[in-house]
């Protein structure tokens, strides 16, 4: 079966850097899309950045953007998001996960609804 495994969370001070990773198993990686979302406690999910099937395209959100880098790697089936200059507000449980898809669209890829498979989130607190 479709498994995704995020490693990587942690504590962390304000300023520092982490680098989360979600390896895959169970599914052909190269075909689909993945994507990081987020959830604060009280709150939502929330779209984070997301990863063309290629790794061409990639897209984030407003609050993230110029502090984050989303990659991946398909002969390793593992994608990757590297944080830095972290903020309290980062602080949440962030997901990894895949959508089967080949489109590079911003519309789909940043719908938490389009994606088929969820890891498991992996902490990620920022003190400071």
């Known amino acids: 079966q479709v498994q995704l495994v995020e490693s990587g969370g942690g504590l962390v001070q304000a300023g520092g850097s982490l680098r989360l990773s979600c390896a895959a198993s169970?599914?052909?990686?190269?075909?689909?899309?993945m994507g990081w979302f987020r959830q604060a406690p009280g709150k939502e999910r929330e779209f984070v950045a997301a990863i063309n099937w290629s790794g061409i395209s990639t897209y984030y959100a407003d609050s993230v953007k110029g502090r984050v880098t989303i990659s991946r790697d398909n002969a390793k089936n593992t994608f990757y998001l590297q944080m830095n200059s972290l903020k309290p507000e980062d602080s949440a449980v962030y997901y990894c996960a895949a959508d089967r898809t080949s489109s590079s669209s911003s519309y789909y890829l940043t719908n938490s609804l389009r994606y088929d498979y969820w890891g498991q989130g992996t902490q990620v607190t920022v003190s400071s």
């Open positions: 169970g599914l052909t990686f190269s075909s689909y899309a």
